[in-house]
């Protein structure tokens, strides 16, 4: 089992930035990629960056060159750069753990990302 834990969101002006930290702990040794999603209102939840053990990244095409996800292993944390923030961004964004051998997901509570003037 593996517990997840976001912080960092809030209220951001159009072309702001804000960072999201995701804090691991339990079965650390179980996870195979870290990554980030988020959910607006009437929306599906979708993938926004993963990074995966190896140190291989991907984005949502919304996001590439904005957005940035990075990890300290010594903290179990992973980290999400959010830059020229759009009102779009609005969500709840969710932490999400990938865990071997079974490649099941386990998910943090989520944090509120708003981008408003």
């Known amino acids: 089992q593996v517990q997840l834990v976001e912080s960092g969101g809030g209220l951001v002006q159009p072309g702001g930035s804000l960072r999201l930290s995701c804090a691991a702990s339990g079965s650390i040794f179980s996870i195979y990629a870290m990554g980030w999603y988020r959910q607006a209102p009437g929306k599906q939840r979708e993938l926004v960056a993963r990074i995966r053990r190896g140190g291989s990244t991907n984005y949502a095409d919304s996001v590439k060159g904005r957005f940035t996800i990075s990890r300290d292993n010594a903290k179990n944390t992973v980290y999400l750069q959010m830059n020229s923030l759009k009102a779009e961004d609005t969500a709840v964004y969710y932490c999400?753990?990938?865990?071997?051998?079974?490649?099941?997901?386990?998910w943090g509570p989520g944090t509120q990302v708003t981008v408003s003037s």
């Open positions: 999400n753990a990938v865990l071997e051998p079974t490649m099941a997901g386990s």
